[in-house]
């Protein structure tokens, strides 16, 4: 594969993280999550350890792509910038919609297996962030958001687990 | 691509519920916790209606060839005919080790991504027999079979929510 | 999985196809693809029996939204209405951006893992159609829109394969 | 997640590469592939780098359990110690089963989806030891080993482009 990159990976995680900040979730944010899912299995985990982890995360290329698209989508759908049918749907979070899944499912393959578990648990729980972003009223879209932020933070905790163990 | 078939899709469905069922699993098991998931969106939802879909899930090639795949590694390990290190990591299962999640989740994408959700969920949760599978605690190896279970119900219930809406 | 859908599957199909034809691909030059992919395998295959196929294809509601998506991240690029770093991302195809291969797999995923083989050959060897429009050299941005044509004509020759053996 | 891991990572990666080994597989084999997959893009690029890039793949827990399961499923049905339909199937490499690239995807996911393209595309071409793998002739059966080679390559392939952007 041939490469005509513009930007390093570091450049695109601040970019996301920018991104993110700018819908209301900061890296504290997730890892909240992330220590409210991995605390059971390790009863030291502390809030500073699921921060580092968010961030290098974060710091993967593929994460920052996945992120930048998906949030890209949201503020399309906010801003009425996408055609018909496709901005009804994500305005609507239509439920037939799964795109949103596919795109962040995409974070949490890069760590394996065992996140998907955490990925669903978190999509049907909405703990903490999430559930905030879910239920917005007014007219902000936050059809990607959310599912963005549960795959950051499966991701995390299988990163977690990975290494509490080599 | 070419086939060099022996084995219709209904006689491989009728072999992937015997062995289900040699595991202790029934089809009403897993309507149930179809049932369990789906009935929050649709009230009028009966157990005949998800014993009639998961038998619809069960008849695609790809279904019966993971409930297969994933049976017999259960099964492998079970009667000592894995080599090591293999078969301590089924028979402990091992909390990294991803293939039962795996093979399941081929599976699920079948169906479309909005059945991950539940498959996650279902996984966490451990509702009806997924849980009895669970906590068997003599020399049984049950590492494949739970996750099949929750994904043929993941499956299941996005086939239900998708023919609803058409 | 509740849904407040507003189009019907066939409206999203017609919606699909609208769409690819105004970027210059018609089915026809899919189940052109399809035809060169299987005929080695079932000598009497029609391009009328592609045809058909990569219809029924597209008549899956999953399809119609990774269309629709991928077809309007290629639009916004075009048209300038991303933000940065996206929109230089996309419009120069960056070889490690992925997501156009992540939303096209999801179509290839409805129809089993057979397809994955024949998706990734084609985004190689970029016959017919697919070579047209990733030689386009003007301001057109197609960088979703080709890995959407391999999807579809991967998942139409999986379901050819398939149909033939039941 | 817990973990009652008995195994190191590097433990792991030693017992796949014996299991490769035995079936008659090296590093270098897969090295090559990687070589011939990725020097069209740089030109510099040497062997003993694709070595050492094979090499850190293989060192990923992951993708051990993946190449560990995918081997023992290939043994056992050389072995007869599969039930039928499942030993049948594997031992004719039946072209509409579908697990021997569902297992190897696992392995090509973690590096992300650029990976996907090559891994389809080694499937289709079958160069070097992919090619005599799947000739062979006698009762060995190759359904899983010639996949994930194919996978282990075109994940090498893929570290090997986006360490070189970075």
Request: proline share 2%; net charge negative.
């Amino acid at each position: 594969m041939k490469s005509n990159k513009k930007f390093t990976r570091l450049e695109l995680a601040e970019k996301s993280k920018e991104a993110l900040s700018e819908r209301g979730v900061e890296v504290k944010d997730i890892a909240e999550i992330v220590l409210f899912l991995q605390v059971k299995y390790q009863k030291d985990l502390t809030l500073e350890c699921c921060i580092e982890t968010v961030e290098s995360v974060l710091e993967k290329r593929e994460v920052s792509y996945a992120i930048l698209t998906g949030l890209e989508l949201d503020k399309a759908a906010e801003n009425g910038t996408l055609d018909e049918p496709l901005l009804s749907i994500i305005k609507s979070d239509d439920a037939l919609y799964g795109l949103d899944e596919i795109i962040p499912l995409s974070i949490v393959n890069l760590y394996g297996s065992i996140g998907f578990t955490n990925f669903g648990y978190l999509d049907k729980l909405k703990p903490g962030i999430i559930g905030e972003l879910d239920s917005v009223k007014n007219d902000t879209v936050n059809t990607f958001i959310d599912d963005l932020v549960c795959a950051v933070a499966a991701a995390s905790a299988t990163r977690i687990a990975h290494s509490s163990e080599e």
